[in-house]
């Protein structure tokens, strides 16, 4: 069945243009993916409530847009260039490589300090084929590269494995120039890379995504508090935008396993159809990348209390979330099957109707505009309400086909609202507006349209 629902899901994707396998005319990049016309649409929907609700409604937070490339001295600060790895193992047989805590976790072993002390894994056979697996070594999982036109060390260069860096070095300057007091946060969207030895489940887990993270700066003392309080935020978050709240959960990482940078780490999941999973990562990353960035760089960056005149290093609060694998999730959860089908015309009875439920604010169509037939004067009015819809949201047209299935091919991209035009519309200056979820009809003045799609949107 969860094999079934993740197919039904890319193949949903790929068929109506959300995702498709990256240069696929030459056989596709393991892991790798486009965002078609509708996912791109969703994708920017997800971003801009997000960042929606953490800095343009906030006064406590601010925004940046940080370079992927940074100096590599941020990465020996960070601890990212000895410490960010994964155990990796292969198998001796056929060759598959495997994460070694992925295949403990899953032989229900836990491996405490994994990271730093090699650990026996002989008892493990290769899942695939039952073959002898190598020793553990650790894989490094920045991408690596050079800058300029000589190979050489010094002019190695990482794709960076996270945006959180991004901030810290810019700690300073954002104090001075925004004017911001403790606390207060700083968030940034963007690409991140991990050359992961175990992508897969779609985009649940890529070697290029996209996070949206945000370091929350406050005063030692006063961080468990903030915790709490992103912690909820997230889950608010994700159910605000109607995700059930059944499907989402709280993970609290034991203490033997946190980072070596976090004092607590509480993980929001999701169940997807394989289990559950990690959504939005929250961490209190305490003063570690702050004074590790001070020692290595020589530059002050503490923070001055004006009023009390105080000097301390700020703890941090971290909220990571993964654009993509958000999008998975609002995919998954808004996603339904109705055999049968919901209409009871005579046309669509018992055909199998797909239904994305999308939260209108994400929706990557908001309204569709279906005059009843493609002739003057219907095409006037409905090209007309386009006009003016589209200046605010993203609206869609389709004039072919029965008005039943193009209900449908609207419900199957999660379009919430659906506008007919008809004979009738040329006399009473008014449409159908026809709702996604209930398939109630209202009829609607044309000049009232806007508003009626504003009040709900
Ligand atoms: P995981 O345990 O799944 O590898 P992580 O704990 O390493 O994830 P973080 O470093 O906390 O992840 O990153 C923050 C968020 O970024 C994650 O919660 C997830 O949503 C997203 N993310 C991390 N790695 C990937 C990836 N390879 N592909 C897609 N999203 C990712």
Redesign the pocket.
């Known amino acids: 069945m969860s094999e079934k629902l993740m197919d039904d899901i890319v193949s949903l994707a790929k068929r109506r243009g959300f995702i498709f396998p990256s240069s696929e005319i030459y056989g596709g990049l393991g892991s790798v993916y486009d965002y078609g016309p509708l996912g791109v649409a969703l994708k920017n929907n997800i971003r801009r409530a997000w960042w929606t609700a953490i800095v343009q409604q906030r006064d406590d937070i601010v925004g940046l847009d940080s370079a992927i490339l940074m100096n590599s001295k941020v990465w020996e600060a960070s601890g990212h260039l000895k410490g960010f790895t994964d155990p990796l193992v292969d198998c001796k047989s056929c060759k598959r490589r495997f994460r070694a805590d992925h295949l403990l976790e899953a032989s229900a072993m836990t491996m405490p300090g994994m990271k730093e002390k090699p650990i026996e894994i002989s008892h493990i056979r290769c899942p695939e084929c039952g073959g002898e697996l190598t020793d553990i070594r650790q894989f490094n999982l920045m991408f690596k590269t050079h800058m300029g036109p000589v190979e050489d060390e010094s002019s190695v260069a990482y794709l960076r494995p ?1 945006t959180a860096q991004g901030i810290f070095v810019n700690f300073s300057n954002i104090v001075q120039t925004s004017r911001k007091k403790i606390p207060f946060g700083i968030a940034q969207a963007g690409k ?1 890379f ?1 050359n ?1 030895i175990t ?1 897969g489940n779609f ?5 290029e ?1 996209e ?1 949206m ?1 945000m370091e929350f700066f406050v005063k030692p003392g006063t961080d468990d508090e903030w915790f709490e309080y992103w912690k909820n935020f997230m889950m608010d978050w994700f159910t605000g935008l109607g995700v059930r709240r059944e499907k989402l959960r709280f993970y609290e990482h034991p203490k033997e396993k946190l980072s070596h940078y976090s004092k607590r780490t509480v ?1 929001l999941e999701y169940e997807f159809p394989w289990g559950w ?5 929250c ?1 209190n990353r305490t003063d570690f990348d702050l004074k590790q960035h001070a020692q290595h760089s020589g530059q002050d960056l503490s923070y001055r209390d004006e009023t009390t005149g105080e000097k301390y290093v700020p703890y941090v609060i971290e909220p ?3 654009l ?3 999008l998975l999730t609002f995919l998954l959860d808004a996603y339904e099957v109705i055999e049968g089908g919901r209409t009871t015309t005579t046309e669509s009875n018992k055909e199998q109707e797909t239904v994305l439920r999308f939260h209108p604010s994400i929706a990557p169509v908001t309204v569709a505009i279906l005059p009843l037939n493609k002739k003057e004067p219907l095409m006037k009015i409905a090209q007309e309400i386009r006009g003016v819809l589209n200046k605010r949201w993203a609206v869609a047209y389709d004039d072919t086909g029965s008005i039943g299935r193009r209900y449908r091919r609207q419900d199957e991209i999660g379009t919430p609202y659906c506008i007919t035009v008809d004979f009738d519309s040329i006399n009473d200056h008014a449409v159908t507006i026809r709702v996604r979820d209930t398939m109630k009809q209202e009829r609607v003045a044309i000049d009232q349209v806007a508003g009626f799609i504003a009040g709900k949107v």
């Not at 985009?203 to 070697?207: D, G, L, N, P, Y």
């Not at 999973?277 to 990562?281: K, N, P, S, Y």
């Open positions: 996270e991140s991990r992961e992508p985009i649940f887990r890529t070697r995504f996070q993270e993980d999973g990690e959504l939005w990562g961490a990571a979330l993964g993509d694998r958000a």
